[in-house]
């Protein structure tokens, strides 16, 4: 994708949308972080390392960005970073209570971490059984 520049009225206008969810994502972050280290130990689940999907402070060392690109950069690292992270916790908490397929209807994009974690298929309910009442 080719970076485009837009004029710095429309630069402008767009800021609040594009850091409107800051704040909230601030604070969901903080209540996932809560959720994964009280919960998880409890599941037996491993925890997942923010490390491993946030990275910050690595763009704004490039010495021919601007200071607002440096911050934009900062911005756009944590917030796919931690929808990333989010996502991964989401995954892991999904496959604990309820590891089964989403029905494959058309134009359905199937979640990489059923595949990945091997989820049971969509009405397999013999598999079900086995694995979830025992």
Same mark, same amino acid.
């Given at each position: 994708?080719?970076?485009?520049?837009?004029?710095?009225?429309?630069?402008?206008?767009?800021?609040?949308?594009?850091?409107?969810?800051? %704040?909230?994502?601030?604070?969901?972050? %903080?209540?996932?972080?809560?959720?994964?280290?009280?919960?998880?130990?409890?599941?037996?689940?491993?925890?997942?390392?923010?490390?491993?999907? %946030?990275?910050?402070?690595?763009?704004?060392?490039?010495?021919?960005?601007?200071?607002?690109?440096?911050?934009?950069?900062?911005?756009?690292?944590?917030?796919?970073?931690?929808?990333?992270?989010?996502?991964?916790?989401?995954?892991?908490?999904?496959?604990?209570?309820?590891?089964?397929?989403?029905?494959?209807?058309?134009?359905?994009?199937?979640?990489?971490?059923?595949?990945?974690?091997?989820?049971?298929?969509?009405?397999?309910?013999?598999?079900?059984?086995?694995?979830?009442?025992?």
């Amino acid at each position: 994708m080719k970076y485009k520049k837009n004029t710095p009225f429309m630069n402008l206008i767009t800021m609040v949308p594009i850091w409107l969810p800051f %704040i909230p994502t601030v604070f969901v972050d %903080i209540l996932f972080y809560l959720y994964m280290r009280i919960c998880f130990p409890i599941y037996g689940l491993e925890m997942v390392k923010r490390s491993e999907y %946030i990275q910050v402070l690595d763009r704004n060392k490039l010495k021919y960005l601007t200071w607002y690109e440096k911050l934009g950069c900062m911005y756009c690292g944590y917030m796919n970073g931690v929808l990333r992270w989010m996502k991964e916790v989401a995954g892991r908490t999904e496959s604990y209570w309820c590891g089964i397929m989403h029905e494959n209807k058309p134009n359905f994009i199937t979640q990489e971490h059923q595949t990945r974690q091997s989820f049971i298929a969509f009405n397999d309910e013999q598999s079900f059984e086995k694995e979830y009442k025992k």
